[in-house]
Nanobody, 119 residues
Framework: QLQASGGGLVQAGGSLRLSCAYS????????MGWFRQAPGKVREFVAAISRGGGSTRYADSVKGRFTVSRDAAKNTVSLQMNSLKPEDTAVYYC??????????????WGQGTQVTVSS
């Protein structure tokens, strides 16, 4: 089970930190990812972290602004979002995949959390 939280309304240039709590599986075996879906658009990859936390991947649109991390002791994965832009507005989802690291084809999904960036 995956539970995302931390979304909200923020002005452009601001920051938000999303968290995803996971339970019920040995998620240390899973790569964790963040995706987002804006109104009228397809869901897109944002960031991923390997099952050990040593490797990360980012979409070009968020590189240098977003940072993904995981805390195995707390069973959480986080997405620190800085320098937010209006185009970052979307519903954000966390996901898990039984692999080392991945940017697509995730197996398990949490509910989304809304992020709205005002200009």
């Amino acid at each position: 089970q995956l539970q995302a939280s931390g979304g909200g309304l923020v002005q452009a240039g601001g920051s938000l930190r999303l968290s995803c709590a996971y339970s019920g599986r040995t998620f240390s075996n899973y790569a964790m990812g963040w995706f987002r879906q804006a109104p009228g658009k397809v869901r897109e990859f944002v960031a991923a972290i390997s099952r050990g936390g040593g490797s990360t991947r980012y979409a070009d649109s968020v590189k240098g602004r977003f940072t993904v991390s995981r805390d195995a002791a707390k069973n959480t994965v986080s997405l620190q979002m800085n320098s937010l832009k209006p185009e970052d507005t979307a519903v954000y989802y966390c996901a898990a995949k039984l692999t080392l690291i991945a940017t697509s084809d995730y197996d398990y999904w949490g509910q989304g959390t809304q992020v709205t960036v005002s200009s």
